[in-house]
Structures are given as structure tokens and as C-alpha cells.
């Protein structure tokens, strides 16, 4: 069965340090992967997918991704952290033959000025 | 551009009342749509999807049922709210180009049940 783990639940960076946060799968085929955020309150915005082909992704707001499938990772990550970036992000999998999609449980994120 | 709605966006209800929530979407045709429902500090837990009109699929059995009316409009419903259906709605739209699918979410309706 498909499953998405995030290690952390919360992590806390300084304004303007790097961030990577964590994503590691478990699918037998090759994945969809996701990353989205969500703000306080509000829906989950897509930050940036992978389907094939480079394995390194570019998002939104200068995110960006790496697909490992050696590690069965998906870690997103941003050279400079925003105060505007805190939220909450969660890592999503699907698959070529279902509608579906499977979310991690979520790894919020502070930063402090 | 497409975009999707959900209303109302807050809902205080007593427990034992009915629930009726909508989302809709536009800009575009026969979409997947789904309902997630996110308690606190958790993750989001996939409720109905739909792939056409009357077409649904419930992925967890609950007090709660979903329609789709139309092509572009996806109902949660429930005759009698329980405490824990409290938590924040989430609808989400999604369409298939080739085998690539991408979901995109709605702002999200809370509902607290008293």
C-alpha cells in the first residue's frame, strides 16, 4: 500500500537560513509526488509536482525538490526561508492507476526574524 | 482560469443538526472532485471522490454522504452531526491530462459542532 511519511512534525529556522523538509514514500511503481502549503485557515496551495523526467523540480515562491528513488524521497527545499513562508506543508503521492492521493501527516513550519 | 469555491467558509452547528456544504468549480468540464476533512493538527483523511454526476465513492464509513448534482458542484451532507465531525472541510478538484492528475483545493469550509 501507498504511504507518505514526513519525520517532522515542526521545525523552526531564523529568517533567511536554508530549509529542507523531509518527504519519504513507499509505492512499488514509479510515484506522483507533491508538495503543497497551507497557510493558517486556509486551502492547500500547490507548491510544485514531479511525474517523469528531471528529477530535480521547481516550484512556486522558489521552491524546489528533488526526486530520489534510491531513498524514496521528495525534499523540498528553499536557499533563503521567508518570514511569510511559515505554514504548514504536506507531501502527497499518487499513482498511474487511481484518483487518489495519499498525504503525509504535515511538518509545520516556524520562522523566526 | 478555473477556480473553485466552498461555502459557507465558517459553520457552527449543534450536535444532532443537519450539514449541508458546497463546493463548486469553474473554468472547467467533468473534473474529479473530492472531500477531505482535517481535524486539528492532523493530516488530511480523503472523505468522497467523485469522477461524473451521481458517480461517488466513499472512503470512510461515517454519518456522512456526498452528492454531485452537477457536473461542477459536490455536496457534503449529514442528517445528524456528531462532536467529532467537527474539524476543516476541504474540497478539491482535479483533471486528467494523459496519466498526469494534479488536485487543486478549495479555501475550506470549518465546522465546529457544539
Known amino acids: 500500500a501507498q504511504s507518505v511519511t514526513q519525520p517532522d512534525i515542526h521545525i523552526t529556522v531564523s529568517e533567511g537560513a536554508s530549509l529542507e523538509l523531509r518527504c519519504n514514500y513507499s509505492?512499488?511503481?514509479?510515484?506522483?509526488l507533491f508538495w503543497y502549503v497551507q497557510s493558517p485557515g486556509q486551502g492547500l496551495q500547490l507548491l510544485l509536482k514531479y511525474f517523469s523526467g528531471d528529477t530535480l523540480v521547481q516550484g512556486i515562491k522558489g521552491f524546489e525538490a528533488e526526486f530520489k528513488r534510491s531513498q524514496s524521497s521528495f525534499n523540498l527545499r528553499k536557499p533563503s526561508v521567508h518570514w511569510s513562508d511559515a505554514a504548514e506543508y504536506f507531501c502527497a503521492v499518487g499513482a498511474f492507476n487511481t484518483d487518489k492521493l495519499i498525504f503525509g501527516t504535515g511538518t509545520r513550519l516556524q520562522v523566526f526574524p | 482560469s478555473q477556480t473553485i469555491h466552498q461555502w459557507p467558509a465558517t459553520l457552527v452547528q449543534p450536535v444532532g443538526s443537519p450539514l449541508s456544504l458546497e463546493c463548486t468549480v469553474e473554468g472547467t468540464s467533468n473534473p474529479n472532485l473530492y472531500w477531505y476533512r482535517q481535524a486539528a493538527g492532523r493530516g488530511l483523511q480523503l472523505l468522497f471522490y467523485?469522477?461524473?454526476?451521481?458517480?461517488i465513492s466513499s472512503e470512510v464509513p461515517q454519518n456522512l454522504s456526498a452528492s454531485r448534482p452537477q457536473d461542477r458542484q459536490f455536496i457534503l451532507s449529514s442528517k445528524k452531526l456528531l462532536l467529532s465531525d467537527s474539524g476543516f472541510y476541504l474540497c478539491a478538484w482535479s483533471v486528467k491530462t494523459g496519466s498526469q492528475e494534479t488536485q487543486y483545493f478549495g479555501p475550506g469550509t470549518r465546522l465546529l459542532v457544539l
Open positions: 509505492y512499488g511503481a514509479t510515484p506522483y
Open positions: 467523485s469522477v461524473g454526476i451521481g458517480q
